[in-house]
C-alpha cells in the first residue's frame, strides 16, 4: 500500500500544481506581473511541501511504486518539474524586464526558454519515469544533424540574429543603413528576420544571415542627430565672403535643423563661373533629412534673389562663343541639345 507519510503531500502537490494553473491562466496575458508571482509562489509553496515530506521530486520511494500511488507520485513530480521550468521563465522575464529591453532580448528570451523546456523536458523523461536519456539524446542528435542539412539557409539567419542580438549593435527603433544603401528604422527582429520600416513607410525584410554579412551603420547611436553636407554653386559675380553670409543666413533661418552643434559653411573651391559652397547642418534624426533638405533648398532660392545672388549654370551645358564688336556679349550661353552642335550657333 502507498506510504501514508507520502500521501499526504503527494496529493497536497498535485492540488497546488493544477490550482497554479488554472490560477495562471485565468489570470491572462494583460497580467504578466501576477502571473510571474503567481509561478513563483506556487512553486516555492510546492517546494516547501516537497522538503517537509522528505520527497525527493529526482526519483520515486519503493513506497510508491505500487497501486494508485504510482500515478499520483507521477503527476506530483511531473507538476513540480513544470511549475520549475515556468520559474525559472519568470525569472528570466523579469531580469529582462529591469532592463527594460523586452523587445530587444526576444530572440534570447526565445531562446532560454526553448533551453529550459528541453532540460526539464528530459529531466522528466529520466528521473520521473526512469527512461535512459543517453540513447534518446543520441537519437536526437541525429535527428538534429538531419534537421540542420535541410535547412542551413534557416538556421544560418536564425544564429545570425542571434549573434546580432547579443552584439546589440542595433536595437528596436534604431535608423541604420546597410552597405547596399538600404536604411530605415528596426521596427521588429526574429528568428529568421530583421524588419527595417523606410522613410518611405514601406517594411523592408532584410534576413539576418545576410544582415550579418553586410556592414551596418547605426545612425542612431550615440544620438539620433544626423549631419548634412549639401553643395550649391554660386554663380561668381559676388565675393565669397559675401556668398557665405548669405548662405549662413540661410542656415539660421531654417527651422527643421538643429542649432546645436551650429550650422557651417564651407567655401570649396572658386573658378570664373562659380563658387563651389557646402551647406554643413544637422537635423534631429535621420527621418527628417528630407524636410529639412527641402526647406534649405527653398531659403536658397529666395535668400539668393533676394540678395541679388545667381545660382550657377552646371559648366558641361555651357557653350562660349568668341568676343564680338558692337556691343554684343563675349560669350553666349547656350544649353547643349545634341552632341552635335550647328555651325550657325557659333556664328
Known amino acids: 500500500m502507498f506510504g501514508e507519510d507520502h500521501f499526504l503531500p503527494l496529493v497536497l502537490i498535485n492540488i497546488l500544481g493544477l490550482a497554479g494553473i488554472l490560477i495562471w491562466h485565468i489570470q491572462g496575458r494583460s497580467r504578466p506581473t501576477g502571473r510571474l508571482i503567481v509561478q513563483i509562489l506556487f512553486f516555492a509553496t510546492m517546494s516547501l511541501v516537497l ?3 522528505g520527497i525527493s521530486p529526482y526519483q520515486l520511494d519503493q513506497t510508491e511504486l505500487v497501486g494508485t500511488g504510482l ?7 511531473i507538476l513540480w518539474w513544470t511549475h520549475l521550468a515556468w520559474t525559472i521563465i519568470g525569472f528570466v522575464h523579469i531580469y529582462i524586464g529591469l532592463n527594460r529591453r523586452p523587445r530587444e532580448a526576444h530572440l534570447l528570451q526565445d531562446l532560454i526558454v526553448a ?4 532540460g526539464v523536458a528530459l529531466s522528466i523523461i529520466g528521473f520521473v519515469f526512469g527512461a535512459p536519456i543517453g540513447p534518446l539524446v543520441a537519437t536526437s542528435g541525429v535527428v538534429a544533424v538531419i534537421i540542420g542539412l535541410a535547412l542551413q539557409n ?4 536564425v544564429f545570425s540574429g542571434i549573434a546580432l542580438t547579443l552584439g546589440r549593435a542595433y536595437v528596436i527603433g534604431d535608423w541604420i543603413r546597410l552597405s547596399d544603401g538600404t536604411e530605415g528604422r528596426v521596427a521588429e527582429t526574429n528568428w529568421r528576420s530583421t524588419n527595417l520600416l523606410t522613410g518611405a513607410h514601406n517594411v523592408v525584410v532584410v534576413p539576418n544571415g545576410v544582415l550579418a554579412k553586410q556592414g551596418v551603420t547605426n545612425l542612431s547611436r550615440p544620438d539620433e542627430t544626423h549631419w548634412i553636407a549639401f553643395t550649391v554653386h554660386i554663380a561668381a559675380t559676388h565675393a565669397p565672403s559675401v556668398v557665405e553670409e548669405v548662405m549662413l543666413g540661410v542656415l539660421r533661418d531654417c527651422e527643421r535643423i538643429v542649432k546645436v552643434p551650429p550650422p557651417a559653411i564651407a567655401l570649396k573651391a572658386i573658378d570664373a ?4 559652397v557646402e551647406l554643413q547642418f544637422c537635423v534631429a534624426s535621420p527621418a527628417s533629412r528630407m524636410p529639412a533638405k ?12 533676394t540678395n541679388g545672388l545667381s545660382l550657377a549654370m552646371p559648366p558641361e551645358s555651357l557653350l562660349w562663343g568668341p568676343a564680338v564688336t558692337g556691343g554684343e556679349p563675349a560669350a553666349i550661353v547656350r544649353p547643349l541639345s545634341s552632341g552635335n552642335a550647328r555651325a550657325s550657333d557659333y556664328k
Open 71 to 77: 500515478l499520483i507520485a507521477k503527476s506530483a513530480r
Open 154 to 157: 534557416t538556421l544560418a539567419d
Open 273 to 276: 563661373m562659380a563658387i563651389e
Open 51 to 53: 522538503g517537509l515530506g
Open 294 to 305: 527641402n526647406e534649405v533648398i527653398d531659403l536658397v532660392y529666395r535668400d539668393c534673389e
Open 115 to 118: 533551453v529550459v523546456y528541453l
